[in-house]
Every structure is written in C-alpha cells, then in structure tokens.
T-cell receptor, first 109, second 112 residues
Framework: AQSVTQPDIHITVSEGASLELRCNYS??????LFWYVQSPGQGLQLLLK??????LVLGIKGFEAEFKRSQSSFNLRKPSVHWSDAAEYFC???????FGKGMKLTVNP | EAQVTQNPRYLITVTGKKLTVTCSQN?????MSWYRQDPGLGLRQIYY???????DKGDVPEGYKVSRKEKRNFPLILESPSPNQTSLYFC???FGGGNTIYFGEGSWLTVV
C-alpha cells in the first residue's frame, strides 16, 4: 500500500535560514512524488513534482527536492526562507495522491 | 482559465439533513477525487473517479456518496450528515497518471 510519512509536525526557523522538510514514502514501483503548500485559509498549490529522470527537482518559490530511491525519501529544501513561506507543507505520492499528515512551518523575523 | 470549482464554499447544516457539495472542472480531465482535511490528519481521500460512471472508494468513504454522470462534474453527497463530518473538503482533477492534479479552493462544512 502507498503511504507517506512526514516525521516533523511543526518546524520553526528564522528568516534567511535554510530549510529541509523530510518526506519518506512507501510505494511498490517508481513513484510519482509531489510537494504541495497550503497558506493559511488557502487551497493547495503544487510546489514541485518528480516522475522520472533527474533526481533533483526544481520548483516554484525557490524550492527544490531530491529523490533518493535508496532511502525512499523526497525531502524538500530551500536555501533561504522568507517570511511568506510560513504555511503548511504536504508531501504526496502516487497517481491518486496519498498525502502525508503535513508539516507546519513558522518563520521568525 | 483552468479551474476546479466547488460549491458551496462555506456551509453550516444540521445533523441528518442531506446535502450535496458540487465540483466542476473545465479541463476535460478524466480523473477526479474528493478529500477531506482535518487537523493533524492531512488530506484523506474519500472517493475518486477514473472516468464517467467509474468511481471507487478512497480511504474514508463511510457516510459519503458520489456520482460521475458527466466528465466535468463530480458531486459529493452526504445523505445524513453527522458532526464527525465537519471538515474542510477539497475536490481535485487531473488527466490521470502522474499528471498535475488541480485542486478546488475548498468547502468548509460544519454539521451541528
């Protein structure tokens, strides 16, 4: 069965600091992998996705993610966080989108 | 403009009063799905549809029904709503496979 684990429920970082959000998945084949962001009171916006090819994926808003098959991971990174990045982040796997439980990011000025 | 449109966006209803949340997409997508979002639980799939007249249960289908009579519409039906169905609901659509899934803006449903 497909599943996604986001180990961190809540992360607080300072503006300008680097960020890495962890995502581990369970999937029977080469997965489709996604990161979505949800700002307070808003819908879901796709940050980036991985289907195949280059394991480093670049997304919108300066985010990137790296697919590591050996670790069943698809961690999201950003070199320098902005206050507007405060939101909830969801990792998802598969064509039918199985979501993790989400991770809330707080950014301190 | 590519859109997934849900209605109503906000609704307060009473236990047992049947309600329907509509979902419509203008992208000719085959795949459509409904999710509910609850704090600490992420998004959980209720039902999905691979095409017209083809629907299947997701992870939390109890208390919900769906239909797919036309490609563009995928309504979510709560025959007898209960307070534990108070949640934020999202409709989504795509061309299937690993194609980008588009989400509606969400429907806040409160059952009292």
């Amino acid at each position: 069965a497909q599943s996604v684990t986001q180990p961190d429920i809540h992360i607080t970082v300072s503006e300008g600091a680097s960020l890495e959000l962890r995502c581990n998945y369970s999937y029977g084949a080469t997965p489709y992998l996604f990161w979505y962001v949800q700002s307070p009171g808003q819908g879901l916006q796709l940050l980036l996705k991985y289907f195949s090819g280059d394991t480093l994926v670049l997304g919108i808003k300066g985010f990137e993610a790296e697919f590591k098959r050996s670790q069943s991971s698809f961690n999201l990174r950003k070199p320098s966080v902005h206050w507007s990045d405060a939101a909830e982040y969801f990792c998802a796997v598969g064509a039918k989108l199985v979501f993790g439980k989400g991770m809330k990011l707080t950014v301190n000025p | 403009e590519a859109q997934v449109t849900q209605n109503p966006r906000y609704l307060i209803t009473v236990t047992g009063k049947k309600l329907t949340v509509t979902c419509s997409q203008n992208m000719n997508h085959e795949y459509m799905s409904w999710y509910r979002q609850d704090p600490g639980l992420g998004l959980r799939q209720i039902y999905y549809s691979m095409n017209v007249e083809v629907t299947d249960k997701g992870d939390v289908p109890e208390g919900y029904k769906v239909s797919r009579k036309e490609k563009r519409n995928f309504p979510l039906i709560l025959e007898s709503p209960s307070p534990n169905q108070t949640s934020l609901y999202f409709c989504a659509s795509s061309f299937g496979g690993g194609n980008t899934i588009y989400f509606g803006e969400g429907s806040w449903l409160t059952v009292v």
